[in-house]
């Protein structure tokens, strides 16, 4: 009999520290999903000129998009799809701030990337910054970058890149990653589960 009240005692105390840490996740102003995520960090420049970090973007769910303004096929394609979903969510969107970080800052002004993002969507923003700010950030989200020499390529140089979407929660955690490709509808009805 006292090994059946050990255990249930056992079982409860477990239930109570469960308990606790669900509702410390809450006070903290994350969700189980993102407790065991990351949480990037960066100093970077948007397209109108301002300094901004990732704090700026706490409270919205943000969509990060790593690239460049002379990308011939993957960023415009991965910009179109981004600016689909912001039209499909409507008045949703408020909720979502879609970001691209370019990790060409030796091309991407503050000019180009003006005039780049606002050909897509006026919801995007574009970040540049030094060579150093721009490294930290894909460290900071554990993505990859490389300038590969290309002849044929503005200034004969191209640049390799993730070309995932990173998901960031409104509490700045990592959450998951779309593939290049996949169908706004799946990011669609992926965000419309969270909001």
Not at 66 to 78: K, L
Not at 171 to 187: N, Q
């Amino acid at each position: 009999m006292k090994t059946v009240r050990y255990i249930l005692w056992g079982l409860a105390l477990l239930a109570l520290v469960i308990a606790a840490g669900h509702q410390l996740s809450h006070f903290l102003g994350t969700d189980a999903e993102n407790v065991d995520g990351f949480q990037p960090a960066f100093t970077l420049v948007n397209h109108q000129g301002d300094t901004v970090s990732e704090a700026t973007y706490r409270g919205n769910w943000a969509l990060v998009f790593f690239g460049f303004t002379n990308c011939p096929d993957i960023c415009p394609t991965t910009l179109a799809e981004l600016a689909e979903v912001m039209d499909r969510l409507s008045a949703e969107s408020k909720e979502v701030t879609p970001l691209f970080i370019s990790v060409d800052p030796a091309r991407d002004s503050i000019e180009a990337l003006t005039e780049y993002v606002s050909a897509f969507h006026p919801s995007i923003v574009g970040l540049t910054g030094s060579d150093k700010q721009i490294s930290n950030a894909v460290s900071s989200f554990k993505a990859y970058f490389e300038r590969e020499a290309q002849d044929s390529a503005p200034d004969g140089y191209t640049m390799a890149h993730t070309s995932s979407i990173y998901l960031m929660s409104p509490a700045g955690y990592f959450v998951r990653t779309f593939k290049y490709g996949t169908p706004p509808e799946d990011i669609l009805e992926d965000l419309r589960g969270r909001i």
